[in-house]
């Protein structure tokens, strides 16, 4: 079937999909890129976030057939509007050089609160209908943007047949701490393949990659719609597809960014993740030892800029977590576990540590109580909060003075904890508490 008989057949069915979405796709015809934006009330940051596009377009890829899709959430500033308007030139350094084809833009508007898995589940549809050959998704709330990061997110996947390319990012060493500390070490160990940026907010896929998700049926699963992008790169990595990592650089946000609670981070992150090795078991239970992930650039950079972070109300709220919590707690954990952490929740806090024995230990047990169901999965989850609480907190106090490298080092003993305690993970996996 060709993608205008394909986009005619999801005129006629009920769908997701607006009817003028599908026909702005029908004039667009079939493309090599798709770069994808989902907006909220991004008026300020977009017109950079098209000038990166446009520019990376004109400058890497001028002979390729184009298009930029926006779905936006019922903007009130007029963000879409602003997305189709044509502006004179918006390629901050421009080089001479133009496009030899046409460059489309689309947009969907759609009402109701924002919803990743809404604009996820909609650009992947685009692409399918359009065949695309590679994609990328970008977010207008990244201030500094530009043309080699979408080539860096496009150009593996176009030009080396990669299927799903995760960023890397320059980060400061208090930034990203629940990937350092559960996300990265967790999949790593578990799924055998080191993705630093499990939830990134940009990164590259191809056509098949995204018609192969399109397709699956989990998309009335809360869990893939909380954060749809884990789940994809979780797909490609378990699946038969090619991943990588790509390294970015320094990521600034805009001013207007408004960031994500520990709780609904947690929520959100780790529900997916556990969601995940529960849908891939058959997967990682025959796979022993992690292999490195193809990476373009370096795998990573920390930085070491003094910033203010209130430790002491972090601890306040493990402390309070924890009482507050016991009985949950208990029929979670092993009752070794638990003391243990019952424990030094009542340590003073220049002698608290939690340490990484411990940390593992208890996130394979989460794992497995969730596989378990031995209570509503949703609360389980949220029953984790006060525990990373600690968890950052032994980290942000053990690495006052550390260096990136010392930091990165301990990242690294981390994840060989995880990897040796993953037997236990299978034990507990398979035995009812």
């Known amino acids: 079937m060709g993608w205008r008989a394909a986009a005619e057949t999801l005129l006629s069915d009920e769908t997701f999909l607006a009817d003028d979405f599908l026909r702005q796709l029908m004039d667009v015809g079939e493309v090599d890129l798709l770069v994808g934006i989902s907006s909220n009330n991004n008026a300020k940051t977009i017109r950079t976030t098209i000038a990166a596009i446009e520019g990376s377009f004109r400058h890497y ?3 390729e057939r184009v298009v930029i899709v926006n779905v936006d959430s019922g903007s009130r500033d007029g963000t879409s509007d602003i997305f189709l308007k044509r502006e004179t030139q918006t390629d901050p350094n421009p080089r001479g050089l133009t496009s030899l084809r046409t460059e489309h833009r689309v947009v969907m508007r759609y009402a109701g609160e924002p919803s990743d898995s809404t604009a996820f589940r909609t650009l992947l549809a685009a692409a399918d209908l359009l065949r695309a050959k590679a994609c990328a998704i970008v977010s207008p709330l990244t201030t500094n943007l530009t ?16 299927d799903f390319i995760a960023p890397l990012y320059s980060r400061h060493k208090y930034d990203g701490l629940l990937a350092r500390n559960l996300l990265y070490p967790m999949s790593r160990s578990v799924f055998g393949r080191g993705v630093r940026e499990l939830q990134p907010s940009e990164f590259g896929f191809s056509g098949r990659l995204a018609s192969d998700c399109l397709n699956q049926n989990v998309w009335h699963q809360e869990e893939i719609r909380a954060a749809p992008e884990i789940w994809m790169a979780l797909t490609a ?13 320094s990521k600034e946000h805009s001013a207007t960014s408004s960031g994500t609670d520990i709780v609904t981070a947690v929520r959100q992150s780790v529900g997916t993740l556990f969601w995940c090795l529960e849908a891939r078991q058959t997967y990682w239970m025959e796979r022993a030892h992690p292999e490195p992930v193809p990476t373009f650039g370096q795998d990573h950079e920390l930085t070491s800029d003094k910033v203010r972070i209130n430790r002491r109300r972090i601890f306040e709220l493990f402390q309070r977590g924890i009482a507050d919590l016991s009985p949950i707690l208990g029929s979670i954990l092993t009752e070794e576990t638990h003391k243990e952490i019952q424990r030094i929740a009542t340590q003073g806090e220049p002698q608290f540590r939690f340490t990484n024995e411990l940390w593992a230990r208890a996130i394979y047990e989460f794992a497995a109580s969730y596989h378990n169901d031995v ?19 032994s980290f942000l106090v053990e690495h006052h003075d550390s260096s990136p490298e010392e930091i990165e080092a301990d990242t690294e003993n981390l994840c060989v904890e995880f990897e040796r305690q993953k037997p236990y993970l299978i034990e507990r996996w398979k035995a009812k508490k």
Request: charged letters at 20%.
């Open 61 to 63: 890829f001028a002979r």
């Open 237 to 249: 990595i378990t699946g038969e597809f090619q991943y990588c990592q790509s390294f970015l650089g």
């Open 147 to 162: 043309d080699t990061w979408v080539r860096s997110l496009v150009e593996p996947v176009y030009r080396e047949n990669f």
């Open 375 to 393: 209570l509503n999965r949703d609360h389980l989850i949220q029953a984790l909060v006060p525990l990373y609480r600690g968890r950052i907190y």
